[in-house]
């Protein structure tokens, strides 16, 4: 009887796994019938939301849905991402993430979610850092500015937009490397540090090309080098960190999709394939260089492995950095 009970409960089982996977195939195959909610957890007009608008407008046009962008700001990123990770697993509530979503949880000594409740999707796209200096500075390449630097410790301060941010960790990063000591000065948000290089009050600053773009082109800051592998064709004659002597050094504002941890593969699988196909139109390609940005693309298993590398390298940048969330 016992072994009769035991077979009777394994049948069950099969029974349910197999209407589970049922269920989650037939749902694959109506995704989507409806409007999509992709959350963007921060304020409108920024990097994230900027490349977030230009993708979602993209596959909307494809699947035949409306893809409804939420801005939720808050927490650095976690109050709209938290309410992601706590969304019904069912492809109809995703989220456009950036850096943030890596370096958060290490910055906040308590987070509302885990990352391990949200599945990554794709990377949409990325935006390369700068390093810029005040109009006037006696440097005008980084093997000057470390030279200052040497012959003046402490002395050369270092803006950012807020302590944990990407240009934040990014200076104390450069800092560590070139073994050189420079104040941060944290402010609230990248125009106001931008403002006060401009003015002289700060010495550099880790910036987007996207924001740094229009100050570069009217003379107003000096480029000191870029965050990526080659050089820009807009850009020729700034280096690159490698060339600058920083070969590990290469880092950007990146921004990819991800969705509740339980959303079923097919579902993140068609969400993948559209953001690629996406990401591949001419027209996209164009609007994503208008902003500084370029399209990455990738299958889901690059974007898992690329944010948990992320979190991991920003994480220790984090405890070197004794960064804080504010």
């Not at 500075?137 to 807020?162: F, I, R």
């Not at 990014?170 to 931008?194: C, D, N």
């Not at 699988?269 to 370029?294: C, F, H």
Request: charged share 15%; aromatic share 6%.
């Amino acid at each position: 009887m016992r072994q009769l009970s035991n077979g009777r409960l394994a049948a069950s089982l099969l029974t349910t796994s197999l209407l589970l996977a049922t269920c989650a195939m037939a749902h694959a195959q109506n995704y989507p019938n409806k409007p999509i909610r992709m959350v963007v957890p921060f304020a409108p007009g920024g990097t994230t939301d900027g490349i977030a608008r230009i993708v979602a407008n993209k596959v909307s046009e494809h699947i035949g849905q409306p893809i409804v962008v939420d801005n939720r700001a808050g927490a650095g990123g976690n109050v709209g991402t938290d309410a992601v990770a706590k969304a019904a697993p069912d492809g109809y509530t995703i989220a456009m993430v950036g850096n943030s979503f890596t370096v958060n949880p290490a910055l906040y000594a308590t987070m509302p979610y885990k990352p391990s409740d949200l599945q990554p999707v794709a990377i949409a796209g990325r935006v390369p850092f700068i390093m810029v200096a005040r109009p006037g500075a006696p440097y005008k390449t980084v093997q000057e500015l470390l030279s200052h630097a040497k012959a003046h410790p402490g002395k050369v301060n270092y803006a950012s937009g807020g302590s944990g941010t990407i240009g934040h960790l990014g200076a104390h990063w450069f800092a560590e490397l070139a073994k050189v000591q420079m104040t941060h000065v944290p402010y609230r948000g990248g125009s106001q540090a931008m403002t006060d290089l401009i003015g002289g009050q700060v010495d550099i600053f880790f910036d987007t090309l996207i924001t740094s773009t229009p100050f570069l082109e009217s003379g107003k800051i000096q480029p000191l080098f870029v965050t990526t592998e080659k050089r820009l064709p807009h850009l020729p004659q700034v280096p690159t960190a490698t060339e600058a002597g920083f070969a590990d050094l290469s880092f950007y504002a990146w921004v990819g999709m991800v969705a509740p941890a339980q959303t079923p593969k097919a579902v993140v699988e068609r969400l993948n394939r559209e953001v690629n196909q996406a990401l591949a139109s001419q027209d996209v390609k164009d609007k994503l260089a208008a902003l500084g940005a370029q399209p990455v693309g990738g299958s889901v298993a690059h974007a898992t492995e690329f944010m948990a590398r992320e979190t991991k390298n920003w994480g220790a940048v984090v405890k070197a950095s004794g960064a804080q969330a504010q």
